[in-house]
């Protein structure tokens, strides 16, 4: 199989022109062609000679993951369907707002966590992305915003997508070695020049992983907590089993030191008569007292086959205004892309029903 220089960041590169018997800085020369220039063809690569990239060429490729399907939702919220093989698909959606764009990025083809809620995860595991296919959805998202901008100068300016959010499709602290990959590469100046608060993992509670994260690639980090207690936590996020809240909440506080942000972000999905009562909001402020954090809480997104229901708005206020008295910061996800169902919710990631009309839908972020 060739070898896809997608799969790369910089140290990766430099390593394959060392072994091509290249200079070290051509990998410079190389990210910024395929990263920031957006090029597929080493034929376009003007500033490599002639016989470099016929070299390059009959060395290795730049392939990304095939676009199926590309739908803009009214309030500009834009959600591309990608394919990566085996009937598989992932999805990318890109929110736009008035001082940034995020997007939200997929890091495996189902999930193995089995959260009692996530559609992702009652798909069971299928594979985890590759590098490639992690910063793939990136390099098109980047690719396609500009282009629709009419802006085509060739090298680009990042203007479109100004954070990354680690939260479609799987868990990506368990894809660790290639989500660290794509997020250096994220990070590097060469490439996307993202700064580390601009881009967030989200992750279900891998504490472990969360320490090797710290030392790896310390990024922002949102933690999936849904619940104030390990009684009922133990049933939504089946990991809590492995490593419950206390544990969860120490890897908090030892990731804080190290992090571009000097709070944690707990996400908290809204679930009707589950996890929304006044007793949990309290239960939950005196939780989390000493880690410095803020709250997003997630109306839930319904899928079909799970009976957990949305809270309703007035208990979702009364819950957000219980831990704004208590001092923290509060946010309430908004629910973006509705009429191209790129709502928080669920992801398909099948690509074999090709008559669908709806699109499916994928878990989002802000
Ligand atoms: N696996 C990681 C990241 C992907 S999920 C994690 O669990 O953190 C991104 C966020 O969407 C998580 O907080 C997740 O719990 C939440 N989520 C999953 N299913 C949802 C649903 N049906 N409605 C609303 N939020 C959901
Ligand atoms: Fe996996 Fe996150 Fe879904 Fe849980 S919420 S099953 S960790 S994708």
């Not at 376009?44 to 399907?69: N, Q």
């Not at 309703?312 to 704004?324: A, G, N, Q, T, Y």
């Not at 973006?336 to 008559?355: E, F, H, P, S």
Request: aromatic letters at 6%; glycine letters at 6%.
């Amino acid at each position: 199989m060739a070898i896809n220089l997608l799969d790369y960041d910089s140290k990766g590169l430099v390593e394959f022109c060392t072994e091509i018997g290249e200079k070290p800085f051509r990998a410079r020369q190389l990210l910024r062609w395929i990263h920031q220039a957006g090029k597929t063809d080493f034929a376009d690569m003007s500033d490599l000679a002639k016989s470099l990239r016929e070299k390059l060429a009959t060395k290795a490729i730049i392939e990304l993951p095939a676009i199926i399907s590309d739908y803009e939702a009214a309030d500009g919220t834009r959600k591309w369907l990608l394919s990566v093989g085996s009937g598989n698909g992932i999805e990318t959606v890109f929110i736009p707002e008035t001082t940034r764009g995020t997007l939200c990025i997929s890091s495996q083809v189902g999930c193995a966590l089995a959260c009692a809620f996530c559609s992702t995860g009652m798909q069971g595991f299928n594979r985890n992305l590759t590098v490639a296919e992690i910063i793939g959805q990136l390099w098109i998202a980047n690719n396609a915003l500009e282009v629709s901008e009419g802006d085509n100068r060739g090298i680009r300016a990042h203007k479109a997508v100004t954070n990354v959010v680690m939260m479609g499709m799987g868990e990506p602290l368990a894809n660790f070695e290639n989500v660290v990959t794509a997020l250096e590469l994220m990070l590097d100046d060469y490439a996307y020049g993202l700064s580390r608060r601009r881009v967030t993992v989200s992750t279900s509670g891998l504490v472990p992983a969360i320490d090797r994260l710290r030392e790896r690639c310390p990024v922002a980090l949102a933690v999936s907590l849904h619940a104030p207690n390990d009684a009922l936590r133990d049933q939504l996020v089946p990991i809590n089993k492995k490593y419950p809240i206390k544990e969860l909440l120490a890897a908090c506080q030892r990731y804080l030191p190290d992090a571009p942000r000097d709070f944690i972000t707990f996400e908290y999905v809204m679930l009707d008569g589950v996890n929304d009562s006044i007793e949990h909001a309290k239960e939950l402020a005196k939780l989390t007292k000493d880690t410095p954090c803020k709250f997003n809480l997630i109306p839930f997104n319904t899928f079909s086959g799970i009976s957990f229901k949305r809270s309703k708005s007035e208990s979702i206020r009364i819950f957000r205004d219980v831990l704004m008295q208590a001092g923290y910061v509060v946010t309430v996800r908004k629910t973006r892309g509705d009429d191209i169902a790129a709502a928080c919710g669920q992801l398909a990631g099948q690509v074999k029903d090709k008559t669908r009309r709806t699109a499916p839908t994928v878990r989002i972020c802000q």
